[in-house]
């Protein structure tokens, strides 16, 4: 057990990182107050025994000394407290920004392997659970020496009345740690349940517009009432055992303070001990219960806080697949894009297979195609998420994982589906990207936004409900096409961003496009019949292979695949779940 809890503190601290004054203030700070409550039972007893004695100078010294020990424990118990604070919130920053560098670096199989749910709760609550670790380890190092002492002045007091409050200490103790074993378990299990339903909550908020259009509650309901009713199980039996331990326990108390007070009365009787010692024994059998009491909490939140430990670890030991960026940094940017002989490949499942393709600057290309041929995939090589198993992409003639991070990201920008939008004003949106108001306000008019804002009450200072509930999809995209004008990027990949957009708003696409295209090297993701018109040429992907190249004209006349995708005119099929 020893070793069990001496591997959990490793990988607490090792995680923690934890300044080592924090640590040591800590535990200085509980061994001085735990120290002093220690004394209070020991000098109140003096102060009846010479109270009986009828000496009344040391009775005096006594209560000066009961005194002063009890402003002592409290002003350690005060520097305890803060320093736990300090602790509390320098582990909560520390871990929050390694978990948060740590997603910004991760690849697209993350949520793989680490669902949304887990890892929400991981950081609402594994973090802070994590931070009060410090304190758990100070009160399990210093309730074990408090109940080691007392026993020894018990000890040296009665070796009859010490073997009673050993034996009950190691009962005790067993059964405490038993039924706390148990809880801890099936708290786990609940924790795995919690984050299934919090997954599942989270997908249901995101993909309310498909669930009202298909009626998929009733089903996701019933996974709900599944995932409630294990949760709930588990809950139950955690509680259950609850109830047996603090049950049990309270009758292991209740025995061995009745035998206490039968062997304190024959003592008594007998003159061996007299009030005071009788007081003294009594109290601290009472502070044994709360030392152990303690001390069973502590290494019982230990083990729960371990459960925290690994799943931030879980997080942060996630093996992405590595990524090396280049040292090529300017600013000197044409914006021609070429993929020479690509292919990629997951696990032995070639989803690419040797795409050639020049597209140049000012030139607007539309990748089609249906859903599962690629297009989705040929976009996540454009933005870095993967490298191509053979091949190689460059732009202007340089690979594109030779460009530093920073160069990159900053010439070439997506505009996703569903564009996230932060709860903050319309301006602190914009200001992520460029604070420069006349700019913001020439990328909002290019985007064809600007006289949507001039009409809220508070213009650009309007503030966004969470992800802009409180504008339509359409507004919403707007806004972030105009964000991703602000990034001045020569590339712009469009990934099907009229999926949202309302009919009206779906009119100002092509001229919007125009626009960009005298500045820009637009590629464009879309379903949309009369989009794919607009592009100067049109990519027509199926099962990874490029099938065929050309304008509207000259694809309509001969490319089956291009014909179909031409007279699918119904917007309530477009986009619904194409994870190609």
Same mark, same amino acid.
């Given at each position: 057990?020893?070793?069990?809890?001496?591997?959990?503190?490793?990988?607490?601290?090792?995680?923690?990182?934890?300044?080592?004054?924090?640590?040591?203030?800590?535990?200085?700070? =509980?061994?001085?107050?735990?120290?002093?409550?220690?004394?209070?039972?020991?000098?109140?007893?003096?102060?009846?025994?010479?109270?009986?004695?009828?000496?009344?100078?040391?009775?005096?010294?006594?209560?000066?000394?009961?005194?002063?020990?009890?402003?002592?424990?409290?002003?350690?118990?005060?520097?305890?407290?803060?320093?736990?604070?300090?602790?509390?919130?320098?582990?909560?920053?520390?871990?929050?920004?390694?978990?948060?560098?740590?997603?910004?670096?991760?690849?697209?199989?993350?949520?793989?392997?680490?669902?949304?749910?887990?890892?929400? %709760?991981?950081?609402?609550?594994?973090?802070?659970?994590?931070?009060?670790?410090?304190?758990?380890?100070?009160?399990?190092?210093?309730?074990?020496?408090?109940?080691?002492?007392?026993?020894?002045?018990?000890?040296?007091?009665?070796?009859?009345?010490?073997?009673?409050?050993?034996?009950?200490?190691?009962?005790?103790?067993?059964?405490?740690?038993?039924?706390?074993?148990?809880?801890?378990?099936?708290?786990?299990?609940?924790?795995?349940?919690?984050?299934?339903?919090?997954?599942?909550?989270?997908?249901?908020?995101?993909?309310?517009?498909?669930?009202?259009?298909?009626?998929?509650?009733?089903?996701?309901?019933?996974?709900? %009432?599944?995932?409630?009713?294990?949760?709930?199980?588990?809950?139950?039996?955690?509680?259950?055992?609850?109830?047996?331990?603090?049950?049990?326990?309270?009758?292991?108390?209740?025995?061995?303070?009745?035998?206490?007070?039968?062997?304190?009365?024959?003592?008594?009787?007998?003159?061996?001990?007299?009030?005071?010692?009788?007081?003294?024994?009594?109290?601290?059998?009472?502070?044994?219960?709360?030392?152990?009491?303690?001390?069973?909490?502590?290494?019982?939140?230990?083990?729960?806080?371990?459960? =925290?430990?690994?799943?931030?670890?879980?997080?942060?030991?996630?093996?992405?697949?590595?990524?090396?960026? /280049?040292?090529?940094?300017?600013?000197?940017?044409?914006?021609?894009?070429?993929?020479?002989?690509?292919?990629?490949?997951?696990?032995?499942?070639?989803?690419?297979?040797?795409?050639?393709?020049?597209?140049?600057?000012?030139?607007?290309?539309?990748?089609?195609?249906?859903?599962?041929? /690629?297009?989705?995939?040929?976009?996540?090589?454009?933005?870095?998420?993967?490298?191509?198993?053979?091949?190689?992409?460059?732009?202007?003639?340089?690979?594109?994982?030779?460009?530093?991070?920073?160069?990159?990201?900053?010439?070439?920008?997506?505009?996703?589906?569903?564009?996230?939008?932060? %709860?903050?004003?319309?301006?602190?949106?914009?200001?992520?990207?460029?604070?420069?108001?006349?700019?913001?306000?020439? =990328?909002?008019?290019?985007?064809?936004?600007?006289?949507?804002?001039?009409?809220?009450?508070?213009?650009?200072?309007?503030?966004?409900?969470?992800?802009?509930?409180?504008?339509?999809? /359409?507004?919403?995209?707007?806004?972030?096409?105009?964000?991703?004008?602000?990034?001045?990027?020569?590339?712009?990949?469009?990934?099907?961003?009229?999926? =949202?957009?309302?009919?009206?708003?779906?009119?100002?696409?092509?001229?919007?496009?125009? %626009?960009?295209?005298?500045?820009?090297?637009?590629?464009?993701?879309?379903?949309?019949?009369?989009?794919?018109?607009?592009?100067?040429?049109?990519?027509?992907?199926?099962?990874?292979?490029?099938?065929?190249?050309?304008?509207?004209?000259?694809?309509?006349?001969?490319?089956?695949?291009?014909?179909?995708?031409?007279?699918?005119?119904?917007?309530?099929?477009? /986009?619904?779940?194409?994870?190609?």
């Amino acid at each position: 057990m020893i070793k069990e809890y001496y591997n959990f503190i490793k990988d607490y601290l090792k995680l923690a990182e934890l300044k080592i004054k924090y640590v040591v203030i800590n535990i200085l700070s =509980a061994f001085f107050y735990k120290g002093f409550s220690i004394l209070l039972p020991l000098i109140a007893s003096m102060i009846i025994k010479y109270l009986t004695d009828g000496n009344e100078q040391m009775s005096y010294y006594c209560l000066i000394a009961f005194f002063i020990t009890y402003v002592l424990y409290n002003i350690s118990l005060y520097i305890n407290y803060k320093v736990y604070g300090f602790s509390i919130n320098y582990c909560y920053d520390k871990l929050t920004n390694k978990v948060l560098n740590k997603l910004v670096s991760v690849d697209n199989n993350f949520t793989r392997f680490i669902s949304k749910g887990r890892l929400m %709760n991981s950081i609402n609550s594994d973090i802070i659970d994590i931070g009060d670790m410090n304190d758990r380890i100070s009160e399990v190092l210093m309730g074990t020496i408090q109940i080691i002492v007392v026993l020894l002045i018990v000890f040296f007091y009665n070796i009859y009345l010490a073997f009673i409050l050993i034996l009950f200490s190691i009962i005790y103790i067993i059964y405490r740690n038993k039924f706390d074993r148990k809880i801890n378990y099936y708290h786990n299990k609940v924790v795995i349940q919690d984050d299934k339903y919090s997954t599942l909550l989270t997908q249901i908020v995101s993909g309310l517009q498909e669930i009202k259009t298909f009626n998929m509650l009733p089903k996701l309901k019933g996974k709900l %009432n599944i995932i409630q009713s294990k949760f709930s199980k588990n809950y139950s039996i955690k509680r259950h055992y609850y109830t047996l331990r603090d049950n049990d326990v309270k009758v292991i108390i209740y025995i061995f303070r009745f035998l206490l007070y039968i062997v304190l009365l024959i003592l008594l009787f007998q003159k061996k001990i007299d009030v005071s010692g009788l007081v003294l024994i009594v109290s601290y059998h009472e502070y044994l219960v709360d030392y152990i009491d303690t001390l069973i909490s502590a290494t019982s939140t230990i083990r729960e806080v371990n459960t =925290a430990v690994n799943r931030v670890n879980d997080i942060l030991n996630y093996d992405s697949k590595e990524i090396k960026f /280049g040292t090529i940094d300017t600013n000197d940017i044409y914006g021609m894009i070429e993929f020479k002989n690509v292919s990629l490949k997951f696990k032995d499942v070639e989803v690419l297979h040797n795409i050639n393709l020049k597209i140049d600057h000012n030139e607007v290309v539309a990748i089609v195609g249906e859903a599962g041929s /690629g297009k989705t995939v040929l976009f996540n090589l454009l933005l870095r998420l993967f490298e191509p198993t053979k091949g190689k992409i460059t732009l202007d003639n340089i690979n594109i994982y030779d460009f530093s991070k920073e160069t990159y990201s900053s010439n070439v920008s997506v505009v996703n589906q569903k564009p996230f939008i932060f %709860n903050m004003s319309i301006r602190r949106n914009l200001d992520f990207v460029d604070s420069n108001r006349e700019h913001q306000i020439e =990328a909002c008019k290019k985007a064809g936004i600007h006289e949507f804002i001039e009409t809220l009450p508070n213009g650009y200072n309007t503030i966004l409900r969470e992800n802009g509930s409180n504008i339509s999809g /359409g507004q919403k995209q707007m806004i972030s096409i105009a964000r991703t004008i602000l990034s001045d990027a020569e590339v712009l990949l469009l990934d099907d961003i009229t999926t =949202a957009l309302d009919p009206d708003t779906a009119k100002l696409v092509p001229k919007l496009i125009n %626009n960009l295209k005298k500045d820009h090297t637009i590629i464009m993701i879309t379903k949309k019949p009369d989009l794919m018109k607009e592009a100067d040429r049109i990519v027509v992907l199926d099962k990874g292979k490029i099938n065929d190249v050309g304008t509207h004209k000259q694809l309509i006349e001969r490319n089956e695949i291009y014909q179909m995708l031409q007279s699918r005119k119904s917007p309530s099929r477009i /986009g619904v779940f194409d994870n190609d």
